[in-house]
């Protein structure tokens, strides 16, 4: 859970929202205030009519929004989360209902478990096992895959946004076109956001675009997995920013047989990045239960990126452009409260 910024940090049972006890819809109960982000609240809640947990997600749009604005956030929210609902996957949660009132909207969701990869990482005071880290990279891709085939991509790919169900796999929660945005606002955690989504324009509208960046993000969390950080850390977000765009991750020590695919995840140029199928093809090899070998001096190089991509529009550089010495665009995050501020300048 994060309310954004540089440090991924969660908020638990304060600030806004409805009051303990509300029930949503004649049907939802809010219990105990789980988060909350910029703009939403989680709730742990309950079902009354199926008689079951549920996860309530409480979204808040930027103060005075522009109706008409509001009118279209909330219909594309609800064909979404239709389509969502509609769409049963094992690495995407679950979408039950949706519910809005006063320009107040509630999404119910399955109940998780609510520690996330962010907090099984704490937990592992040893390296774990690269099997274990490439099944769950796997999943991760599933879920990611499952959204592409619906048109939509995710923004967000972080361990935070790694939950899991009881005795099950990894579920990629929080997908970020469940939040009202503004002109000028980029969505997302910046340590784990692509370069090319921190320059003009700021956040890429075309599918594959969006497919290249989710597994940038993709590519950051698997090197925290295995080094216990992130590649790309800062004070400020100017600074982590700057790291994103122009300085090469840390080399690895505990990657292992892992390393070149993080390598080839974390190229700056999107067009040089591994491809999906190239990263599953990987992933699953390593899922099979290679274990975790201790750090390596050298590894081989995974094959270059194969078969047609799409062509460069004119004027675009062939690498990553470097940090401009202007303000950084606005973000907000993530799971399961996505959240956005609005840009200063």
């Known amino acids: 859970m994060t309310t954004g910024g540089t440090s991924g940090e969660d908020e638990r049972g304060s600030g806004p929202g409805s009051p303990h006890g509300t029930v949503i819809g004649g049907r939802y109960e809010?219990?105990?205030?789980?988060?909350r982000g910029g703009l939403s609240t989680v709730w742990d809640a309950y079902d009354a009519v199926l008689g079951h947990p549920v996860t309530?997600?409480?979204?808040?749009?930027?103060?005075?929004p522009d109706p008409a604005e509001y009118r279209r956030w909330v219909e594309r929210l609800r064909r979404e989360v239709r389509l969502l609902a509609t769409t049963a996957h094992e690495h995407l949660p679950a979408i039950y209902d949706l519910a809005e009132r006063d320009r107040r909207v509630w999404i119910v969701m399955e109940r998780l478990d609510r520690r996330s990869l962010a907090d099984r990482l704490r937990e592992w005071y040893g390296r774990p096992d690269v099997s274990e880290i490439a099944r769950i990279g796997?999943?991760?891709?599933?879920?990611?895959?499952?959204?592409?085939?619906m048109g939509m991509a995710h923004g967000d790919v972080k361990p935070l946004n790694i939950l899991?169900?009881?005795h099950g796999g990894p579920v990629l929660v929080d997908h970020l076109g469940l939040v009202f945005e503004r002109e000028g606002m980029v969505a997302g955690t910046p340590r784990y956001m692509a370069p090319e989504r921190f320059t003009p324009p700021s956040s890429p509208a075309a599918e594959e675009a969006m497919i290249e960046?989710?597994?940038?993000?993709?590519?950051?969390?698997?090197?925290?997995?295995?080094?216990?950080?992130?590649?790309?850390?800062?004070?400020?977000?100017?600074?982590?920013?700057?790291?994103v765009l122009n300085d090469p991750p840390p080399p690895m020590r505990y990657a292992g047989p892992l390393r070149p695919l993080i390598e080839g995840l974390?190229?700056?140029?999107?067009?040089?990045?591994?491809?999906?199928?190239?990263?599953?093809a990987v992933l699953r090899d390593l899922a099979r239960g290679e274990p975790m070998s201790a750090p390596m001096a050298g590894a081989a190089a995974l094959p270059a990126p194969r078969g047609p991509r799409r062509r460069r529009p004119p004027g675009r550089a062939a690498r990553a452009p470097e940090a401009s010495p202007r303000s950084p665009p606005c973000w907000?995050?993530?799971?399961?409260?996505?959240?956005?501020?609005?840009?200063?300048?």
């Open 30 to 35: 809010l219990r105990e205030r789980m988060g």
């Open 56 to 64: 309530v997600t409480e979204l808040h749009p930027v103060e005075d």
């Open 138 to 149: 796997l999943g991760v891709l599933g879920g990611l895959r499952a959204l592409y085939a």
């Open 164 to 166: 899991f169900r009881p």
């Open 213 to 243: 960046a989710d597994l940038w993000s993709l590519g950051v969390t698997l090197y925290e997995a295995v080094e216990g950080r992130a590649p790309f850390e800062g004070d400020t977000v100017s600074e982590v920013m700057s790291a």
């Open 266 to 280: 974390l190229v700056k140029d999107p067009e040089g990045r591994l491809t999906a199928d190239q990263v599953e």
């Open 332 to 345: 907000g995050s993530s799971w399961p409260f996505p959240g956005r501020w609005p840009c200063p300048h």
